[in-house]
């Protein structure tokens, strides 16, 4: 008796084993048989990389573009978007953006904390893990906001900033890339945006023309010189945006193959016409091209492809280009007249070059490249679409954002004081310099 009861025990502790290997075997199976391509998974990783590094492009950009003495505050306001929005988009932005959709309007908080988003692929993305596609759209979320800062540079408080991107990345983009890439509403009407012309730079530009009117012109704007300090810096960023930028567009394809290639070459394409347009444009109304026309255009260019990049073919792309290169230009020339002060031209740049690509896709979108066409190819629905969505984003973008800047102002205050303006926010805001000479 005593010998069965030790057997028996035996046989019950070998079947626990077996049960335990089976679990710990189950999900290497189940991951067999959704494993994810290691070459797009390659190609969406290495594009989630260069994304981020157009952040600190973008710092450099900007920060070449203002006065020595605000510099630093300048750079820090794309740097510390880096860690900040990544934080913010773990715990909230992610679910917010791609969670269960709840009435075309928002994302569930069902993904929470990343809960649930693994390493196996997700309907957004089948051949890459949900991770993979997590964090390379992370990276449009860090630029987004910061390049709204170029609106008010030079004169808002750190501490306001910190508390508006987390607001405004919360309530405009989060909602807005919902309903665009999350399968909210927008994205169930037909309209499309390959890489973020809605997304990104609709949102970001239109927010920051409303920053630009409620926070008011700089100190001495239009009565004191206010060059840029170090073209070369900004030419730097300039680089860096441009080769990030091939990850923003054709890394959108989530993939490695025909359609990151044409977006790839569609990008480059739009940023070549938009620079000689810009180049040619300026030289013929002010008598020189300059190196600071240069950088523009090239920016312009590249904001304008971007939501078409996945749609349109490489002419298209050289139209498109053109446009931004010469509507971007008027749009830059024409902000004196009108009587606000976007320190560092995001309304004139993202925002109205978001809009021309996005009209772009509607006109020149092609079913042989991406399944949809536009206007040119016989299909006038997909431009109504198009204006249905660049006229619901900026709204919602401009009303929202003059909602938060309001309550910002309320909680801490939106400008620096007169003195931190006239000495520099770097010396006062931060105790640094970022010269010594």
């Given at each position: ?219 001495g704007y239009l009565q004191d010189s206010m060059p840029p300090h170090n073209l070369p810096m900004t030419v730097t960023g ?200």
């Amino acid at each position: 008796m005593r010998k069965n009861y030790k057997l028996s025990i035996t046989n019950f502790k070998f079947l626990i084993s077996a049960i335990g290997l089976l679990m710990i075997a189950s999900p290497a199976f189940a991951a067999e048989a959704t494993k994810p391509d290691t070459g797009d998974t390659a190609w969406i990783l290495v594009s989630a990389a260069l994304v981020m590094l157009m952040t600190p492009g973008l710092a450099l950009f900007y920060g070449g573009m203002v006065r020595r003495k605000n510099v630093l505050g300048t750079i820090m306001h794309s740097f510390m978007a880096i860690p900040i929005i990544s934080l913010q988009w773990i715990l909230i932005g992610y679910t917010l953006s791609f969670g269960p959709d709840i009435s075309g309007f928002i994302g569930s908080l069902e993904w929470f904390g990343l809960n649930g988003v693994g390493l196996t692929p997700s309907h957004y993305a089948p051949t890459i893990p949900h991770l993979a596609f997590m964090i390379y759209q992370g990276m449009f979320a860090v630029i987004t906001p910061a390049l709204i800062s170029g609106a008010f540079a030079e004169r808002m408080k750190f501490s306001s900033y910190v508390i508006f991107i987390l607001l405004w990345t919360t309530f405009i983009y989060d909602p807005v890339a919902h309903w665009i890439w999350g399968g909210g509403w927008l994205a169930k009407l037909g309209v499309i945006d390959f890489a973020g012309g809605l997304v990104v730079h609709v949102t970001s530009g239109i927010s920051a023309l409303a920053a630009a009117m409620i926070i008011g012109h700089r100190k001495g704007y239009l009565q004191d010189s206010m060059p840029p300090h170090n073209l070369p810096m900004t030419v730097t960023g300039t680089a860096i945006l441009w080769f990030g930028w091939f990850g923003f567009n054709a890394g959108s394809a989530l993939s490695s193959g025909e359609l990151s290639t044409m977006a790839f070459v569609t990008t480059h394409i739009g940023a070549a016409a938009g620079t000689v347009t810009w180049i040619i444009v300026e030289w013929k109304h002010r008598g020189k091209p300059t190196m600071f026309g240069a950088a523009t255009g090239s920016i312009a260019g590249l904001a304008t492809i971007t939501p078409a990049a996945g749609f349109v073919g490489p002419m298209s792309a050289l139209v498109i280009g053109i446009a931004a290169g010469s509507i971007c230009y008027i749009a830059l020339n024409s902000k004196t007249k009108l009587g606000y002060d976007d320190s560092l031209d995001a309304f004139g740049v993202h925002g109205v070059g978001g809009i021309i690509g996005t009209i772009g896709a509607g006109l020149f979108a092609s079913a042989a490249i991406n399944g949809i066409n536009g206007l040119y190819f016989g299909n006038p629905q997909q431009l109504i679409n198009q204006l249905i969505g660049i006229g619901a984003v900026a709204v919602y973008s401009f009303v929202l954002c003059a909602i938060i800047l309001k309550v910002v102002d309320a909680l801490v205050g939106l400008r620096v004081d007169e003195h931190t303006e006239v000495q520099g926010l770097d010396i006062v805001l931060h105790g640094e310099e970022g010269y010594f000479i």
